[in-house]
């Protein structure tokens, strides 16, 4: 019997070591449902050469991906209701928000899976960190909001 559980415990450490950096740089966060603006989910790759965040949104006028490592954080703000182009926002601890050119920054609009999608290009965020932590706020109006959870740290893969 104690050989056997052995036996099990040591597969189950295997396949899980196995399963770890095959995952390293993704993740997402699910969000309970609640009212509107509603987030109901977040997808991120932390990818070597760009990061890519999904944000799917029941409603919302306006959207923000975050990326923080450190004392650094990154926000890529979107209103589809004022259809603007997004705004890639630089911000170091105690220091005044920045906004960053990003020729490169792509924003996809996904109606069928409500859900709007960036593409950040590490060249855009040079002083971000390797490890990451991600998070989604939605908004609508002056006082309605939602938001997911911050991530774990991401390592970057």
Not at 132 to 142: K, M, N, P
Request: hydrophobic letters at 35%; a positive charge; glycine letters at 6%.
């Amino acid at each position: 019997m104690r050989a056997s559980a052995i036996a099990v415990a040591t597969a189950a450490f295997l396949s899980l070591a196995a399963a770890g950096p095959a995952m390293a740089g993704k993740g997402h966060i699910t969000d309970p449902s609640g009212e509107l603006p509603d987030i109901l989910r977040l997808d991120y790759n932390n990818a070597k050469s760009k990061i890519t965040m999904k944000m799917k949104v029941a409603s919302a006028q306006n959207q923000s991906f975050y990326m923080l490592g450190g004392k650094k954080s990154y926000q890529v703000f979107y209103s589809p209701s004022r259809s603007s182009k997004p705004e890639l926002r630089y911000q170091s601890k105690n220091a005044a928000t920045k906004q960053v050119t990003c020729t490169s920054l792509k924003l996809t609009e996904l109606p069928t899976q409500r859900s709007t999608q960036v593409v950040i290009p590490r060249t855009c965020i040079a002083k971000a960190p390797d490890q990451l932590q991600f998070q989604g706020i939605a908004t609508s109006g002056l006082s309605l909001f939602d938001e997911t959870k911050l991530s774990p740290k991401v390592k970057r893969g």
